[in-house]
């Protein structure tokens, strides 16, 4: 298979342009007749069905949730990045599309990553026209504060609900059309499987969470937007229906999963404080801009913050990086945490914490002002941990937060099935090896506002669809393997719970492919899933039956999928024989332990094909070409 990512031609700033134009159009008048199946609805689901159904196709709209408003987008706290330069710091959409290339260790494409940078500006001026109410200055002007990885403050946001006020904005431009007939929605609903006809995504299977009916669908296209799939790790900070079966699903239908084992620690999160927990609170980054990083200079020292003075302090970050101090990359400040944690300078009950001091920022601006930018995530910490972060500094420790892996996808957003398009977390997305902070939420738009509307029409327009109904004999036939899945978990009756399995399979990844890996630990993780599933196929106990409403069983499908996608985690991880951005080989670091890249070997997004049950998965790679970037050692000293 090639894989053709289809980037236009002509110069970097011009391609979108052209591209656009050579596209082909749907009449008007036509595309009432288009049918468009969307699974999700998160910033790129919500967005994308909205902007469709406004063009004038019809939409059919699934998600997991009772409401489309809880999905995961709904957390997202700290902001969304665009190049406005409203701050006058000389921000530009060259220096957003650079930052994000090297902030993604080189491992993105140039072209979709320049078009992110261009769209930026105009999804900030549309969530504006949608009422998202933005925090701005006293002029009026919106306000900005800065993210890792950059050093200009491009960052609009909504306090700590960025992806709140975000959701709320895309999900009334999505219910305008519910109202107007042109979207249908199917809340409480599983998409189970995809239905592929003669080499096009023609529908999915889904299952109804209240009466356990398994439901087909038809459309001309299906669009994936159903987010990532941190939750492989058990514990992270994503929402606890997150998961990876849409994608993983797809992928064994042909789809070509790319990057697996891209995924990112987030270095400022509630540290894990017992053997039960089901899951982990982020601390926005945004904290970085005005908190300090430190852990005793001494290791061991077990005094409390407040009694430990200021020349024994290492605020390691500040020190080692001076240029960016405590707003490094995610992928640099996790390692470094985990690095003075690793040295027994980890503070608090478990020695795994460092602190996120902001007392200097509060004797500074006052608690009026730092209540004002931070006062509802003090409050979630306070209410968390019991200790209040305007009185002594926060305790945070890195954990499992986004996913750069996912389905591959060209240039316009469709995977290597036709008519199968891909948007938001769920594809391998613009962010290479790490993402940089407050871009998740530009992508996931970008993708639903600004682009699928152009890209889709060049597919429907541009390629033969003949008709299919649900009464075609591959959604019979992808019904009745749904089903027979179902049983087969239900039938299993064994002693331990789908949760206790999700648990063993989150430690082997965090243990063994987490925030530093290496190749022996990694070969061991193979073994350990692959006996972890055979079990789960044998002794996993699932209460309730099929045509109920049976969360066990929800979950139970979701870890199947997880047990057999970890092991695609680990083996693409085993293949990338170099360090670049989150994926750090202890085997290849610089002098200083920072990721070592080796672009001879490995500059390609390695994209995996499904091979069949218990074969291993073939590596297929599109090499990755810099015509305007130099690749460099990244640097942010
Ligand atoms: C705590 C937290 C804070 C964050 N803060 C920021 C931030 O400040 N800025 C930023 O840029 N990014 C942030 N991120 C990342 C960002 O929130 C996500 O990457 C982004 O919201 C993902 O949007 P999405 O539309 O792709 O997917 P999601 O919002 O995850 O939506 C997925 C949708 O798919 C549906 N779905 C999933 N599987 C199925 C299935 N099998 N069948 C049917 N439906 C399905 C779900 O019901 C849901 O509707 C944060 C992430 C976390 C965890």
Same mark, same amino acid.
């Given at each position: 298979m090639r894989l053709d990512a289809k980037i236009p031609g002509g110069s970097l700033a011009e391609k979108w342009d052209r591209h656009r134009f050579e596209l082909k159009i749907v009449n008007p008048a036509n595309k009432r007749k288009f049918d468009i199946l969307v699974v999700g609805t998160g910033l790129a689901g919500g967005s994308a069905a909205a902007s469709l159904a406004e063009l004038g196709y019809n939409v059919k709209v699934f998600c997991i949730q009772d409401t489309p408003r809880r999905a995961h987008s709904i957390a997202a706290q700290g902001g969304i990045n665009a190049a406005k330069n409203y701050t006058n710091e000389g921000d530009s959409i060259r220096r957003l599309f650079y930052d994000t290339i090297k902030g993604g260790d080189f491992r993105s494409r140039e072209a979709n990553v320049y078009r992110l940078a261009q769209t930026s500006n105009a999804i900030i001026d549309h969530c504006v026209a949608l009422g998202v109410p933005f925090a701005r200055e006293y002029g009026g002007l919106l306000a900005n504060r800065s993210f890792g990885g950059t050093q200009v403050s491009r960052t609009f946001y909504a306090r700590g609900q960025t992806g709140q006020q975000l959701l709320l904005g895309a999900y009334s431009a999505m219910m305008r059309q519910v109202a107007a007939g042109r979207v249908t929605l199917f809340p409480r609903r599983e998409m189970l499987d995809l239905v592929v006809v003669n080499g096009q995504a023609r529908g999915i299977v889904v299952r109804n969470f209240i009466t356990g009916d398994l439901e087909a669908h038809a459309g001309h296209a299906v669009l994936l937007c159903a987010g990532g799939y941190g939750n492989a790790f058990f514990l992270s900070t994503n929402a606890m229906s997150s998961n990876v079966s849409a994608t993983f699903r797809a992928y064994k239908k042909g789809a070509l999963f790319a990057n697996p084992c891209f995924t990112q620690i987030h270095p400022t999160c509630i540290p894990v404080h017992g053997t039960y927990q089901s899951k982990l609170t982020l601390m926005s980054e945004s904290l970085r801009n005005d908190g300090r990083v430190w852990v005793p200079r001494n290791p061991g020292d077990r005094r409390p913050p407040h009694q430990i003075p200021e020349s024994e302090r290492d605020y390691y970050l500040e020190e080692k990086y001076p240029s960016f101090g405590n707003l490094v990359p995610r992928d640099v400040a996790s390692r470094n945490a985990k690095v003075q944690c690793d040295a027994g300078k980890g503070v608090g009950e478990t020695g795994l914490a460092v602190y996120l001091d902001l007392q200097d920022a509060i004797k500074r601006d006052g608690k009026a002002v730092i209540e004002k930018k931070y006062g509802n995530l003090f409050k979630m910490y306070e209410k968390i941990t019991g200790q209040s972060p305007y009185e002594a500094p926060m305790m945070i420790y890195p954990a499992v937060h986004y996913t750069m892996g996912g389905l591959w996808v060209d240039y316009n957003l469709m995977s290597t099935i036709d008519g199968l398009f891909v948007l938001g977390e769920a594809n391998f997305s613009d962010h290479g090896?790490?993402?940089?902070?407050?871009?998740?939420?530009?992508?996931?738009?970008?993708?639903?506002? #600004?682009?699928?509307?152009?890209?889709?029409?060049?597919?429907?327009?541009?390629?033969?669809?003949?008709?299919?109904?649900?009464?075609?004999?591959?959604?019979? =036939?992808?019904?009745?393997? $749904?089903? $027979?899945?179902?049983? *087969?978990?239900?039938?299993? *009756?064994?002693?331990?719970?789908?949760?206790? #399995?999700?648990?063993?399979?989150?430690?082997?990844?965090?243990?063994?492919?987490?925030?530093?890996?290496?190749?022996?630990?990694?070969?061991?993780?193979? =073994?350990?899933?692959?006996?972890?599933?055979?079990?789960?196929?044998?002794?996993?106990?699932?209460?309730?039956?099929?045509?109920?409403?049976?969360?066990?069983?929800?979950?139970?499908?979701?870890?199947?999928?997880? /047990? =057999?996608?970890?092991?695609? /985690?680990?083996?693409? $991880?085993?293949?990338?024989?170099?360090? +670049?951005? +989150?994926?750090?080989?202890?085997?290849?670091?610089?002098?200083?332990?920072?990721?070592?890249?080796?672009?001879?070997?490995?500059?390609?997004?390695? $994209?995996?094909?499904?091979?069949?049950?218990?074969?291993?998965?073939?590596?297929?790679?599109?090499?990755?070409?810099?015509?305007n970037v130099s690749l460099t050692q990244r640097s942010y000293k």
């Open positions: 090896a790490n993402r940089l902070g407050a871009s998740a939420l530009m992508q996931g738009l970008a993708d639903g506002f #600004f682009i699928i509307p152009y890209t889709i029409g060049g597919y429907l327009a541009g390629t033969p669809i003949p008709a299919v109904g649900t009464s075609h004999p591959a959604f019979q =036939e992808t019904i009745r393997l $749904a089903g $027979a899945s179902i049983r *087969k978990l239900l039938s299993i *009756k064994g002693k331990r719970t789908v949760d206790d #399995f999700h648990r063993e399979l989150g430690l082997i990844l965090w243990n063994h492919c987490g925030m530093t890996r290496n190749n022996s630990g990694l070969s061991q993780a193979i =073994e350990m899933i692959r006996k972890l599933r055979e079990e789960f196929w044998e002794n996993v106990t699932i209460p309730g039956s099929e045509k109920d409403f049976n969360q066990s069983l929800e979950r139970a499908g979701r870890v199947a999928d997880f /047990l =057999e996608f970890g092991e695609l /985690l680990v083996t693409d $991880a085993v293949y990338r024989q170099e360090s +670049c951005g +989150c994926h750090f080989n202890e085997a290849y670091q610089t002098e200083d332990n920072e990721a070592k890249r080796n672009d001879k070997d490995f500059c390609y997004v390695a $994209a995996w094909e499904f091979a069949g049950d218990n074969k291993p998965p073939v590596l297929h790679k599109e090499p990755l070409t810099f015509e």
